[in-house]
């Protein structure tokens, strides 16, 4: 039998034969055949590869937190707090680290009663767990187009029906998920949830505009609908005004002393402090955080108490200019993606072909470009990787059906030094112009500029509320190889 190994103790097998499948196929839950591979899981492989620029991961900048200062927290954690820190901790979390999430969220604005917390092993798990609590299979779950791309396996492992609302630079279309809403309703079938990234959304880099977010907020209430916001980056903005948090202004409706009854807010230290640490949190009303509970008890007891004794411990640590040393942490980190959000917009107006547009996002870690319509990015990623060394993540990732989103990508500007970013948007744009030209080969047609879409977040609505700055759309000229680029002017 071939089993492409190299024997006992020679090293994992490889590839399974067809038999060995077969045999396990009957074993298999039915929830298992619609489970898809994440596009986050190979994107994430690739931060082992130090050939390859991966523009690709939802990665911060890690390097950024002071060796010496981790040092020192890991000291204190081990003087002070050994056995705790070795022990397991409550399901809903530790009542140090709980503090450090409602001062986090009190920073947005958005305040909390603790007991309506529960800490997480990363923002990933809130999803799992809201899915295992409220999704049977074929349940309605409402989420914006494109929608965050790690959230995509976790809706199709619970077997949901994804509807998914499109988007322009003031973040998903109230009109349209109304219409959708009343769509469902005359089809018999309710919503579970609605799933929205509001701050800088994950992909699409775009931003719900304070008159959505209202409107979304009454709509739910009109409706008696649960509303999952997830906002990993709310403290990542760079230019711009902050916004009111969904939970936050359904709180100010209910009236309660800070409590909402209908958003379940998703957040997580993944982004503001370091993915490693795998802490996040729910925030929930009272009957649906019992449940998240019992979720969580069946899927791994309790989180961390290592990490999260030393975020806990991070909290206490004053900064250097009197404020307390996470806010100074953040603000460096304000800084520089800022920077490198620029350092990628000004290479994507050098480098990226006409017809390609783009997102100029506020805040966050993601822009969303569209191509010339006639290429497919799933096919461009695999050129990129093979000829150039380069990675990002292919549009169709963050839409359920796997069809739309098939000439956009995401990329990350965070996570990537200011060269690298531009040597990867370099290679990409080299990898374009060779699909392009093969393409012209084939067809006999030169590239022209593509038609404006849905999911190349197009201007406002008319009547609604315009931030024309989040979606700078871009057409640049052709050149001949070798010819100085033409820039643009206006930007």
């Not at 989103?405 to 970013?421: E, K, L, T, W, Y």
Request: with cysteine.
């Amino acid at each position: 039998m071939d089993r492409s190994s190299t024997g006992a103790g020679g090293g994992r097998r490889t590839r399974q034969t067809a038999h060995e499948l077969a045999r396990y196929e009957a074993l298999f839950a039915a929830r298992t055949r619609g489970m898809k591979s994440s596009a986050m899981r190979e994107m994430m492989a690739l931060t082992e590869q130090t050939d390859v620029i991966s523009l690709a991961g939802g990665l911060p900048d890690t390097s950024t937190f002071a060796p010496e200062l981790y040092a020192k927290l890991m000291a204190k954690v081990a003087a002070e707090s050994t056995a705790r820190a070795l022990q397991y901790g409550p399901t809903e979390g530790m009542a140090s680290m709980i503090r450090c999430i409602v001062e986090v969220m009190e920073a947005e604005g958005t305040f909390v009663d603790p007991s309506e917390v529960i800490v997480t092993t990363g923002g990933q798990q809130v999803i799992d767990l809201v899915c295992k609590t409220l999704i049977d299979p074929g349940d309605v779950i409402v989420a914006e187009a494109p929608t965050y791309p790690g959230a995509v396996p976790t809706f199709s492992a619970y077997q949901a029906e994804v509807e998914q609302i499109e988007m322009d630079p003031n973040g998903m279309l109230i009109d349209a998920l109304e219409a959708t809403l009343d769509r469902l309703h005359s089809e018999g079938r309710r919503p579970k949830f609605i799933y929205t990234i509001p701050n800088f959304q994950n992909p699409g880099g775009v931003t719900m505009s304070l008159a959505r977010r209202r409107r979304l907020v009454e709509v739910a209430r009109e409706r008696e609908l649960l509303v999952l916001e997830d906002n990993p980056y709310g403290l990542l903005r760079y230019e711009g005004e902050p916004l009111p948090t969904l939970h936050s202004l359904d709180a100010e409706t209910v009236g309660r002393g800070g409590a909402s009854d209908l958003v379940i807010y998703l957040g997580t230290f993944s982004k503001i402090l370091a993915p490693g640490l795998r802490l996040g949190w729910a925030v929930a009303p009272r009957p649906v955080l019992e449940k998240l509970n019992l979720g969580k008890q069946g899927a791994d007891l309790c989180s961390s108490s290592v990490t999260q004794t030393f975020v806990a411990a991070y909290f206490e640590e004053p900064g250097a200019h009197g404020e307390p040393a996470w806010h100074e942490y953040i603000e460096r980190l304000r800084v520089l993606y800022h920077r490198r959000r620029d350092v990628m917009l000004e290479a994507l107006e050098e480098h990226f072909g006409e017809g390609a547009a783009w997102t100029k996002p506020q805040g966050g870690l993601f822009i969303w470009a569209t191509l010339d319509e006639r290429i497919d990015t799933t096919d461009l990623l695999a050129l990129a990787r093979k000829n150039e060394a380069v990675a990002f993540v292919p549009g169709r990732a963050a839409y359920m059906d796997g069809r739309r989103g098939s000439s956009s990508m995401r990329m990350n500007f965070a996570g990537v030094p200011d060269a690298d970013i531009r040597e990867g948007v370099r290679r990409i744009g080299k990898a374009i112009r060779e699909q392009l030209g093969l393409l012209g080969t084939l067809t006999g047609k030169p590239a022209g500029r593509a038609p404006a879409r849905a999911d190349s977040a197009p201007a406002p609505a008319a009547g609604e509320e315009g931030h024309s700055a989040l979606a700078d759309v871009v057409a640049l000229p052709r050149r001949d190889d070798g010819a100085a680029p033409r820039r643009r002017r206006d930007r």
